[in-house]
Each structure stands twice: as structure tokens, then as C-alpha cells.
């Protein structure tokens, strides 16, 4: 079981809501299965030039986001800021914080990991080690039923993802 | 020489690896000569201005080079240089 404070749990939903239709995303990061530290990163996505897809996604990928509108790419897809991800990271190494959470949200569908959210932490995962960062949970926020935000985590392993409880504290 | 980590969107490019061995003395030279043995691999790291492009993140051994002196940051023998994708991820596919 994983605590949330209800103020960065509020806040996630808050993130979501705001940025709706886009994604949301960002870092949380606490220790002892409690949250403590919260980080709103940007969702590039919406930014980003034809020519900068081109070199981030695979091929198969890239042809569905390029036939979208930039604004629409955002509705269904994230990509962090790499300096906020790493101002994040910095920090959560100086506060000595050991339990990583990457968030995001789900507009339109349920808080369940897609095939590239998992293809994602995966790649992520085989970095991840050698950079002595600690194994990161990914929670998403869904935003498919407006008035009833619904939060899951998930342990991502292997191409598989086991849900992991999550409180409001 | 300089272990370089590539991620798993840049491989087919290292026929596969993902570890490969280059030298350099700064992040810069070591991506040039990483583009000599993998041609085209600089333009997925920087962009047309040779600046290293907004949704990869360089680390030195732990260190971001955003944190360090960019893509000036000096290596030295046994460094590990790892190029790490952004954090994506999203509802579709």
C-alpha cells in the first residue's frame, strides 16, 4: 500500500483537470510507502516539430500521431521535460527519497496501463539501474468519467503491469 | 574508453547493442565519433543546431550534463555515458 497525501492527491486531479484534453504528467516521490514530494512536469508532445516526432517514435506510432493536429497528439500522449524530469530527479536524490512514481493521465479511458505505457517504462527500465535511480511505480489519473477521477498505481515488470493499492491520506 | 548506454529506440542503429565502447573528450566529440561507427545516430541525439535535443537526457556516470557544462562536459578514461529517451508514455496504442 502505497499513502498519498490527500494534497498531492488533489493536486494530481487538479493537474488533470486543468490540462484536459491533454495529458498531464509528472513525478511523485516518498519513502517507507509514503508519498512526500510532488513535481507537475510539462507534456511536451503538443510542442514538438514533425521533425522531432519523427526521431522520438517508431515507426508505427508515428504514423497515427501525424495524422493528429499537435494539440490532438497531447490528447492521447505524454513525453516529459527533460530538464523538469531532471531538476526532479536531483531533488528527490538530495531529500534521499527511495519510492518513484511516474503519473500521468488517461482523458477519455480508464486508469489502466496502454501497450505504450508499458513499452515506455520498459526502455526506461533498461537504463534505469546504471543511473542508480530507485524502480518506479506509474500511476495514472482517469479522467474518463469527469466527476469521479479514478487513481490506480501500477509495478511494471517484464512487459507486465500488477496494480499496486494506493490511499488518499 | 567510454562505455555509452543507448536506449532501446536507438539500437537498431548499434546493430542491436546497447552498450558500445567510443572515446571523446567531451560529450560532444564522443557523439561525433559515436556518428563516425553509427552514421545518422547524432541526429537522433541533437538537433540541426548540434544542440543535444530536448526529450533525450545525457548522463555522465549519475550526472545530467545540463547539470554539469552541456555538451561541453569533459569525459575521462571509464566514464559511462548513458542516453536516456524522456519519460513517455500515454493512453493510445
Redesign the interface.
Same mark, same amino acid.
Given at each position: 500500500m502505497i499513502s498519498i497525501p490527500a494534497t498531492i492527491w488533489d493536486d494530481m486531479i487538479a493537474h488533470a483537470r486543468e490540462l484536459d484534453p491533454h &495529458?498531464c504528467?509528472g513525478v511523485l516521490a516518498g519513502k517507507d510507502g509514503v508519498i512526500s514530494a510532488q513535481y507537475r %512536469?510539462t507534456n511536451?508532445l503538443a510542442s514538438?516539430t514533425e521533425d &522531432?516526432l519523427t526521431? *522520438?517514435f517508431?515507426k508505427?506510432?508515428l504514423s +497515427?500521431l501525424k495524422n493528429l493536429s499537435p494539440d490532438e497528439r497531447a490528447d %492521447?500522449? *505524454? %513525453?516529459? +521535460?527533460?530538464?523538469e *524530469? #531532471?531538476s526532479a530527479?536531483?531533488d528527490i536524490r538530495q531529500k534521499e527519497l527511495t519510492l518513484p512514481i511516474?503519473y500521468?493521465s488517461?482523458? #477519455? #479511458?480508464p486508469a489502466r496501463?496502454? &501497450?505504450? +505505457?508499458i513499452k515506455?517504462?520498459? +526502455? *526506461?527500465e533498461?537504463?534505469r539501474e546504471?543511473?542508480?535511480f530507485p524502480e518506479p511505480r506509474?500511476l495514472i489519473i482517469s479522467l474518463e468519467e469527469k466527476s469521479h477521477p479514478v487513481i490506480r498505481a501500477y509495478h511494471i515488470q517484464n512487459s507486465l503491469s500488477t496494480e499496486v493499492p494506493v490511499q488518499r491520506q | 574508453m567510454i562505455t555509452v548506454r543507448i536506449p532501446t529506440p536507438l539500437r537498431p542503429m548499434t546493430g542491436g547493442k546497447g552498450e558500445v565502447e567510443a572515446t571523446g573528450g567531451s560529450v560532444l566529440e564522443l557523439i561525433d565519433h559515436l556518428n563516425g561507427a553509427h552514421p545518422g545516430l547524432k541526429d537522433r541525439i541533437c538537433d540541426e543546431q548540434g544542440e543535444v535535443r530536448r526529450f533525450i537526457n545525457i548522463y555522465v556516470n549519475e550526472e545530467d550534463i545540463r547539470f554539469l557544462t552541456g555538451k561541453e562536459t569533459p569525459l575521462k578514461d571509464g566514464d559511462e555515458v548513458s542516453i536516456v529517451p524522456a519519460i513517455a508514455g500515454g493512453s493510445h496504442g
Open positions: &495529458e504528467c %512536469i511536451i514538438m &522531432e526521431t *522520438f517508431e508505427g506510432k +497515427d %492521447i500522449a *505524454f %513525453i516529459m +521535460d527533460t530538464m *524530469f #531532471s530527479v536531483k511516474f500521468h488517461h482523458t #477519455s #479511458s496501463p496502454s &501497450e505504450t +505505457d515506455k517504462a520498459m +526502455d *526506461f533498461t537504463m546504471k543511473l542508480n506509474h | -
